[in-house]
């Protein structure tokens, strides 16, 4: 009691996250019955998000620069002392058997909406372990990033930087002129990376707004929107490694270095030149689901015998003999040529759920390809474009014919492997 109520400096993303926790598990509480009125006026649940909540508490010195504020000297004596026996309530309250509709952490946006997260999801995740917040902060020129989220498993992590106090001219799409990334001092992976947009890949693989105003393709425009109502843009960051278990409880150093601006992928115009850097250990979590299978993909030749699943990715392995084939081309003068390459078996396109929904449209980035010890079995390791419940997945999908035009894939157009 004694050291809660000594003047202690605490550093102002602690600071920042324990309110975050508090008004969502106290929104939580207020849902289920709880009275509102007890915590006082100035406790009012905000609807507005932690960022105007982070302005109205920062300081800044004479050069514009964050500086932390002490908790005690103009607060209600006890109050952080009771706060915290009242976010111990709710909590206790919610794990009797309460099922809460509200994650415990703030969630940046390009993780919530970009992979289309559940409320469900996000509280699975963050129990697992699989889901974790750096929180650190690095500010230069004004300019402050904070190294603010990572979902990791055995193949990837997505890693969300959010940025500060930068000033991005109208129409502008921002990018950093370099970035330097290491993992356990080695940088043996892959990597992209770009700034959160407000667009999403939608259930039939066209592009859409993250919050559910269509585009009009009729007019072939999209509004891609970096910049967020309260001036902070968001940055993520996606690492793929071919071996399991590359990203998992590792020392990652990132640095970003000038920000500006980009156009049909040139760097153009550097708008702040400095150079961000982060070190941290990055947590996730194996939440693989491995399934033995024996299943031939129509006459490909291609048969499907291991699957891996996790809420982030999908591997898969396929007995499928390497065979070098020839295919006829035209080139820019318009002669016919041709070229000897090897056959590949059906693309792994997505999952179907048990409750009949289709995402054939759901594999992003990752490898392909056969070991060079083994040229029997084809592998494919891709991660998702949203997060999935794994224990709801009863097929995998393989593309068997593409859609004629602009239409869909049905399940005509693929072959479904039951993996339940």
Request: glycine fraction near 10%; aromatic fraction near 10%.
């Amino acid at each position: 009691i004694k050291t809660l109520k000594m003047d202690v400096e605490i550093p102002e993303i602690v600071q920042d996250r324990a309110e975050d926790a508090f008004d969502r598990i106290r929104a939580m509480h207020k849902g289920q019955g709880g009275e509102r009125e007890r915590y006082g006026k100035d406790t009012e649940v905000r609807a507005d998000g932690r960022r105007e909540r982070q302005e109205d508490r920062t300081e800044r010195n004479s050069e514009g620069e964050r500086v932390g504020r002490k908790r005690g000297s103009d607060r209600k004596p006890g109050l952080f002392l009771k706060r915290a026996a009242v976010v111990l309530t709710a909590v206790t309250f919610a794990c009797a058997g309460i099922t809460a509709a509200a994650s415990y952490f703030r969630w940046s946006r390009s993780m919530e909406e970009g992979m289309q997260v559940t409320e469900e999801q996000k509280i699975q995740l963050e129990e697992e372990h699989a889901v974790a917040f750096a929180m650190q902060e690095c500010t230069k020129q004004g300019v402050s990033i904070i190294a603010e989220q990572s979902i990791t498993d055995h193949y990837f992590s997505h890693i969300v930087f959010r940025i500060e106090g930068a000033s991005l001219p109208d129409g502008a799409e921002p990018a950093f002129e370099r970035i330097n990334i290491s993992v356990d001092g080695t940088d043996d992976f892959n990597w992209t990376a770009g700034f959160y947009d407000g667009l999403i890949v939608g259930q039939d693989g066209r592009p859409a707004y993250a919050d559910g105003t269509p585009i009009d393709f009729e007019s072939d425009e999209r509004i891609e929107k970096f910049v967020r109502d309260d001036g902070s843009m968001e940055y993520a960051i996606t690492l793929s490694c071919h071996d399991k278990g590359g990203f998992i409880d590792k020392n990652i150093h990132v640095e970003l270095v000038n920000l500006g601006t980009v156009a049909k992928a040139e760097y153009l115009d550097t708008l702040v030149e400095d150079t961000w850097s982060f070190d941290w250990n990055l947590q996730g979590k194996d939440s693989t689901e491995i399934y033995t299978l024996q299943a031939s993909l129509g006459d490909t030749g291609a048969t499907v015998t291991r699957a891996e699943l996790s809420p982030i990715s999908i591997y898969v392995e396929y007995d499928f003999p390497m065979k070098e084939v020839t295919e006829e081309g035209i080139n820019q003068d318009g002669e016919v040529f041709t070229a000897r390459t090897f056959a590949e078996p059906p693309m792994l396109a997505g999952v179907k759920l048990k409750d009949g929904a289709l995402y054939p449209y759901l594999m992003e980035g990752g490898s392909m390809g056969y070991e060079e010890d083994d040229l029997g079995t084809y592998t494919v390791t891709l991660s998702t474009n949203r997060v999935i419940d794994v224990e709801q997945v009863e097929s995998l999908l393989f593309i068997k014919s593409w859609p004629d035009g602009r239409g869909a894939f049905t399940e005509e157009n693929l072959y479904l492997v039951p993996i339940g």
